[in-house]
C-alpha cells in the first residue's frame, strides 16, 4: 500500500487486507487507521464507521453474485466467491443474517439493477434475496452441495426468478 493513494483507496485496501489475513472476526477501527496510515478524522470523512467501510468493501466479492443475478456472470468467479466465504464460514453466515443484512441485501439489489437496466428495485431485491437464501442454507450446513452445485442451482434459480420478474415465462 503506498502513502500516495488515495486515502479512501488506502483505508478500503487496508480493511479488505486485514480481514484476509484473520481467520475470524472483522479488525477493529484502530488497526484499519494504522495500515492506512490515516487520521482517525479520515475514515469519518469518507465513511460514517466500521459498518459503512465494511459495507463498501464487500462489494468486491458480491460482484460475483451482482453479475448472476444481472444474467451474465461467471460460475467460475461465483465458486470462487462461494469458497472464500465457506473458509470464514461464521462471519460470512453473520454477515449475511445479522444486523446488517438488509442493507447489504439492499446493496446487492442495487448491484444487480445497475447491471440489468430492465431489473428494478424490487424485483432486483428478491434476486438478492434469493442468492443469499441459498448461501444462508449452505453456510448452515443445511444443504450440503459442493460449491460448484450450488452455483449451479444459484445461476439457474436466478435466471428463473429474473424471467418471471421480466415477464419473459410462457
Not at 460482484?63 to 456472470?73: C, E, Q
Not at 462461494?82 to 442493507?103: C, V
Amino acid at each position: 500500500m503506498t502513502r500516495s493513494s488515495a486515502p479512501r483507496s488506502r483505508l478500503l485496501e487496508a480493511f479488505s487486507h486485514l480481514i484476509l489475513e484473520r481467520t475470524e472476526g472483522r479488525p477493529g477501527l484502530g488497526e484499519v487507521i494504522d495500515k492506512a496510515q490515516v487520521a482517525r478524522s479520515t475514515l469519518y470523512d469518507h465513511f460514517g464507521g466500521r459498518d459503512d467501510l465494511l459495507l463498501e468493501a464487500i462489494k468486491m466479492p458480491l460482484k460475483a453474485l451482482a453479475d448472476i443475478g444481472a444474467g451474465n456472470g461467471e460460475p467460475e468467479a461465483l465458486v470462487a466467491m462461494l469458497e472464500h466465504f465457506r473458509s470464514r464460514r461464521q462471519d460470512a453466515l453473520d454477515l449475511i443474517t445479522g444486523p446488517l443484512r438488509h442493507r447489504i441485501n439492499r446493496n446487492l439489489a442495487a448491484m444487480i439493477s445497475e447491471r440489468d437496466c430492465k431489473m428494478d428495485e424490487k424485483s432486483a431485491i428478491h434476486v438478492a434475496d434469493l442468492l443469499f437464501g441459498f448461501m444462508r442454507l449452505w453456510l448452515a450446513g443445511e444443504t450440503a452441495y459442493s460449491a460448484e452445485t450450488l452455483a449451479i442451482l444459484m445461476i439457474k434459480s436466478a435466471d428463473a426468478q429474473r424471467r418471471v420478474f421480466l415477464h419473459e415465462v410462457d
